[in-house]
Structure formats: C-alpha cells, structure tokens
T-cell receptor
Framework: DTEVTQTPKHLVMGMTNKKSLKCEQH?????MYWYKQKAKKPPELMFV???????INESVPSRFSPECPNSSLLNLHLHALQPEDSALYLC?????????????FGSGTRLTVV | GESVGLHLPTLSVQEGDNSIINCAYS??????FIWYKQESGKGPQFIID?????DKRQGQRVTVLLNKTVKHLSLQIAATQPGDSAVYFC?????????????FGAGTRLAVHP
C-alpha cells in the first residue's frame, strides 16, 4: 500500500456543526501532516505529528483540533468554522530520516462551510 | 510563453516542446527540495526530488536543477505532452524547533497545446 487515504472527499458543514476529517496510511510512515489549500494557492502547513506527538502547530485557530490516535491515523476535528475556512484539506505522511524522505499526499477533503 | 495572471503564473507550450518551470525558494538552510504536480481536484503528486548537495538530477523526461547561490530551482520537462498540463509546485524542506517541515512555493500552471 503506497497511498494516503482521506475521507470524506467532500464535506459541507454549517458554522455551528462539528465534523472530523480522517487520514490513513499503511506505509509505516512516522510523520503525518495537515495542509490547507485555497484555490490557486500553494498548500499551507497547519500541523505536524512526529511519532504520534504534535511537533508543529503553525498558529492554527483552535477551531481546528488535530488528533493522532496511532501511527497510521490522523484526524482533524472541526468546530465552529467560518466560511473563509472553506478549502481543500490535504494530509501527507513520510518517515523522517529516510533517504528520499517520501512525502506522500492524499487527494484531500474539499470542505465547504456555509 | 509565460504570463503572470491574477493568482497563478501560467506557462503555455506546444505539445512536443520542452518546458522549463522556475521556482525561487526562501531558506538558504533548506536541505531537500521536491517538485510536485497537482491536477484539478487531486492532491500533489511527487515528480522528482533533489538534495542540497547536488545541482542536477534526472528522471524520466524530467530534470531538476538547483542553484543554491541564487536560491533557484527549475524543472525541465522534455517533449511536453497534454497529460503534463497541471499546476506545478516546488517545495523545500526546512527545520523549525528541531522538526522538519515542507514549505511550498507559489506554483506555476503549465498549459500544453496540441
């Protein structure tokens, strides 16, 4: 398995809803990442988990809450989002220190906040 | 030719021509660089990578050149095909607080015309 799988592919939520995005990989990677991508812009780093511990939070608002239950799973819990949070949310994984670093991206969740 | 639109620079080429996509990176301490291809509605797809101790690396139909003096990266695509039409991002790996993170450049849209 050489893929990063993200679910759901599309999500529409209201500003008062609570929802979660899920990311899964079975490549044995020990670092996992959340990126946010607005239209016609590059992906922007949000969070980094290294060996299941949160290592980088790029000053992301608390309405986004990441969770890494185990080395294969990464979640992003969403609560009280704003319309400007609508974007493509990408998950990536790799293993630090591997020769080619192996950053692999999922296809993303297209989130629309109404 | 190359043009800069409102959001994303676009490179237009004829099928069969060679394409050169350029990228300026920001951190002179970055030690690893990746080129990604992103098609509409998909996540970034790995094309080729290069470490900072190299100045050139070749893959199948693609070559990456690294000029550390001016912090410049380029992607050359030989015999460009319609399937190469996509947005291309360079990404640099840098360190923050003891952890590495992958930061993306602005991106270039490649449009291949028959």
């Amino acid at each position: 398995d050489t893929e990063v799988t993200q679910t759901p592919k599309h999500l529409v939520m209201g500003m008062t809803n609570k929802k979660s995005l899920k990311c899964e990989q079975h490549m044995g990677h020990r670092a996992m990442y959340w990126y946010k991508q607005k239209a016609k812009k590059p992906p922007e780093l949000m969070f980094v988990y290294s060996y299941e511990k949160l290592s980088i939070n790029e000053s992301v608002p608390s309405r986004f809450s990441p969770e890494c239950p185990n080395s294969s799973l990464l979640n992003l819990h969403l609560h009280a989002l704003q319309p400007e949070d609508s974007a493509l949310y990408l998950c990536a994984s790799n293993t630090p220190g591997r020769p080619n670093y192996g950053y692999t991206f999922g296809s993303g969740t297209r989130l629309t906040v109404v | 030719g190359e043009s800069v639109g409102l959001h994303l620079p676009t490179l237009s080429v004829q099928e069969g021509d060679n394409s050169i996509i350029n990228c300026a990176y920001s951190n002179s301490a970055s030690d690893y660089f990746i080129w990604y291809k992103q098609e509409s509605g998909k996540g970034p797809q790995f094309i080729i990578d290069i470490r900072s101790n190299m100045d050139k690396r070749q893959g199948q139909r693609v070559t990456v050149l690294l000029n550390k003096t001016v912090k410049h990266l380029s992607l050359q695509i030989a015999a460009t095909q319609p399937g190469d039409s996509a947005v291309y991002f360079c990404a640099e790996r840098s360190f923050s607080g003891g952890y590495n993170k992958l930061i993306f450049g602005a991106g270039t849209r490649l449009a291949v015309h028959p």
